[in-house]
Nanobody, 126 residues
């Protein structure tokens, strides 16, 4: 399985960006997907997760009501729509895939995801 994230860039605070993650060499609909981010000098942290069907989504508290995760199984692509961006949203954003069903106690942990993309940099200027 290979993941390719894209869509990052420089944006002013209050602006929006949409990240994409294309998954190849695997059956896309069999994977739970997550978005993580890592700011300079900080640990990687979860941003959002989406179930295999797309019917369930979960968010970190600090991005709720601002970010939306979605997936298009026919296009093998997941998205992260980010709005009302803040300077603290700056970081490298990674998409990740996991073939087993995650639980409420495991979905936030990077170690629970088997496959990772290379990351895309998001810089929010204040």
């Amino acid at each position: 399985v290979q993941l390719q994230a894209s869509g990052g860039g420089l944006v002013q605070a209050g602006g929006s960006l949409r990240l994409s993650c294309v998954v190849s060499r695997g059956t896309f609909s069999r994977y739970e997907l997550g978005w993580f981010r890592q700011a300079p000098g900080k640990e990687r942290e979860v941003v959002a997760r989406i179930s295999r069907s797309g019917g369930a989504t979960y968010y970190a508290d600090d991005v709720k009501d601002r970010f939306t995760i979605s997936r298009h199984n026919a296009k093998n692509t997941a998205y992260l729509q980010m709005s009302s961006l803040k300077s603290e949203d700056t970081g490298v954003y990674y998409c990740a895939a996991e073939p087993t069903i995650l639980t409420m106690s495991t979905w936030t942990r990077p170690s629970e995801y088997d496959y990772w993309g290379q990351g895309t940099l998001v810089t929010v200027s204040s």
